[in-house]
């Protein structure tokens, strides 16, 4: 009974790795003015690779990226800051009597431990890739607000003020109020 089950596991296999050839391959009983095939002649110019431009993707999706790379490249680094962290815990509280070795299955953790370290590990990593999104984007908030500040001061006319400018001249003019005079009729 094993064998004929590993027949159909193999069978099955076969199956769903020859089966999209199929259903993807280039169908030659088609009449050819239903489909239409570039035959050109592929020239030198055609093989090389164009790098992408400046705006083919939005930024959201820049940021996306960026934040998912640095996310998954700190893994490593945070795991083993963890490890070690949650090793040298166990050793200066006590509950064990020498440093642990994760690469040896004496001093192996437990699962529950193991568990534990994976979550602050993925947590960790994930902190530091939302904070650097968030730091790049308050950048790119403060350089896109100056550089609007700096072409409306460029513009002839009313020059816009900042903040702290408006603040300054609210303070000054609350401090100049002139009593009211009443009119007295004669």
Known sequence: MPSRNKAFVIAAFLFLILAPCRFFAADNEVDADAKVVDTSPVTENDKEA???GEDEF???SKDLRR???ISLGSIPFVGLWVVGGYGGYKYFSGKTDRFPNPFCPKDAFEKEEIWTMVGVT???????????FFVNLAKR????RERLLQEAKD???ITPLTPEEAGQLLRENSRRKEPVREETED
């Not at 993925?122 to 650097?132: C, E, M, P, Y």
């Not at 908030?141 to 896109?144: G, M, N, Q, T």
Request: hydrophobic share 35%; aromatic share 8%; charged share 25%.
């Open 58 to 60: 939005p930024q959201w």
């Open 141 to 144: 908030k403060k350089a896109e």
């Open 155 to 157: 513009r002839e006319g």
């Open 122 to 132: 993925a947590g960790v990593s994930l902190g530091i890739g939302l904070t650097d």
């Open 67 to 69: 934040g998912e790379i």
């Open 50 to 52: 164009v790098p992408y």
